[in-house]
């Protein structure tokens, strides 16, 4: 069953307040005290809404298969808790949960209990709860659901703003950013003070070890130093790069024939190869020192769980299934196969203890100005043709539903993408 945007919404914003209705409660449980967990301050816990909106997308074509459906679910979410977990841990260098006490646990973010306990949770979704709930959102009339919809949305995205600043500690810097009216400065700083302040103290009641302070490390006035946005660019580059040559090497030894693999309309790249390198490189980045096995552990589920996402995203998307697995033993629903999952772990520990290393040493040595110059080109290049790419695709989709153009952008892409430059750059894609 396909869903409405609105629809997506509603299910991401109820499920959300249902995961913090249950954290709360566990953890005023545990405390003896009321906890109000969660990154944000009001009732959202939102990495169970993701977790659910994206099991909701990408499972339901598992409903009547419900072995393959507790796998999928499980595994999916228990990714989105791990990635989760990881990207918290980059804002402030700590743990915002451990489960390192639990058994079977793996790297104190994820445990067997819990992705059991999210497996189930998953099948009881997709299957009852998706469907309910929609019919409940219909039954509100049509005006009154818009305007429950944009204020949820507006206050849940003020509510992040004032925890993310919180994070950051921004109070420390407000008084010289507030300038423009001495008088009206003067109350709005007090005003967000008061609200930053609250939602510090808040979290630090919920997670208190996240406020604990961390010894900085002085820089040495390099390049892309460290993981952050800059190293993290350009290993996308290359990932993406790489990924187009290794799969039209791979195409031509195996198939017979060279076969353009680019995700993108302009140049050699392929994103899903460069997005895989860069997620994996901010997610393992800290664990670059720890043995082989964990390294293929960790890649070889989260390169299926991230495959089989790309696959369903591209799909629904665009309307087109740009690899399918059928043939393969082993597969799920011909997104990804076993085999493929252990080359990602093998990649994954290539890639981290022997190429990674090599490729941060070059990239830090471009000189200073020119890597934030060149950098910024390549963003403002790679951004737009992602949107061409994505508009050519679309339109490609659109021709072939029987669609005409109505708009300016639609001639333009009907002129310069046609059906034949689109079937040659894209001859791998099949219709849904």
Known sequence: MKYTMMELIWLFLTYSFWGWMIETVVGTIKKKKFINRGFSTGPFCLVYGVAAVSMTISMNELINRPVFLFIGCGTLATFIEWITGKLLEQLNQHKWWDYS???WNFDGYICLQYSLLWAVLGVLTVRYTDELLVAVFHLIPSFLRDILIGLLIAGML???LASWAAIFQIRREMPAAIR?????????????LFIVGNVERRMAKAYPVIFEKVPRQA?????AEGCGFYKLFWLFLIGA???????TIYCRLTAGIWMRRSSLVWGPFSI???LAIAIATALLYKDREKPDRHIFLVGTFLGGAYEYVCSVFTEIVFGKVFWDYSEIPFNLGGRINLLYCFFWGIAAVVWIKILY???SVWIEKIPLMWGYVLTWILVIFMAINIVVSMAALVRYDMRAKGNPADSRWEYIIDEHFDDTRMAHMYSNAKAK
């Open 101 to 103: 006490g639990k058994k």
């Open 158 to 160: 003020l509510d992040l």
């Open 180 to 192: 423009w009216n001495k008088k009206v400065g003067v109350w709005t700083q007090k005003f967000a």
């Open 219 to 223: 820089k040495e006035g390099k390049f």
């Open 241 to 247: 790069v790489l990924g187009d040559f290794t799969e």
């Open 272 to 274: 899903v190869w460069g």
């Open 357 to 359: 290393p090599k490729f």
